[in-house]
């Protein structure tokens, strides 16, 4: 079974850098796509980044490329996201996300989820 723990969340300010994390477990994960989504309250889970296990290939949502960046340590099995240059549009729960390719930038389409962590930003 996989299992994926988040980390690194918290409160900084508008301009301000955070770095999330997403321990993974439970398999080995070279034919698997992750990804970080976000909720923010009253608004739909929305993709953020993903990432090809294998390749490495990234794809970023608009809204966040640019600031955003995310990378993976196969030796760890270890997700993150690199977040600079933070938004107050930015605070949400923060979830790490993973599925057998090929990689879907939707939350409907992964298989398995972390907890989340939160991410506020204050202006």
């Known amino acids: 079974q996989v299992q994926l723990v988040e980390s690194g969340g918290g409160l900084v300010q508008a301009g301000g850098s955070l770095r999330l994390s997403c321990a993974a477990s439970?398999?080995?994960?070279?034919?698997?796509?992750m990804g970080w989504f976000r909720q923010a309250p009253g608004k739909e889970r929305e993709f953020v980044a993903a990432?090809?296990?294998?390749?490495?290939?990234?794809y970023y949502a608009d809204s966040v490329k640019g600031r955003f960046t995310i990378s993976r340590d196969n030796a760890k099995n270890t997700l993150y996201l690199q977040m600079n240059s933070l938004k107050p549009e930015d605070t949400a729960v923060y979830y790490c996300?993973?599925?057998?390719?090929?990689?879907?930038?939707?939350?409907?389409?992964?298989?398995?989820w972390g907890q989340g962590t939160q991410v506020t930003v204050s202006s």
């Open positions: 996300a993973a599925r057998r390719l090929p990689l879907v930038a939707a939350p409907d389409g992964m298989e398995y």
């Open positions: 990432i090809n296990w294998s390749s490495g290939r990234t």
């Open positions: 439970g398999r080995t994960f070279s034919t698997y796509a």
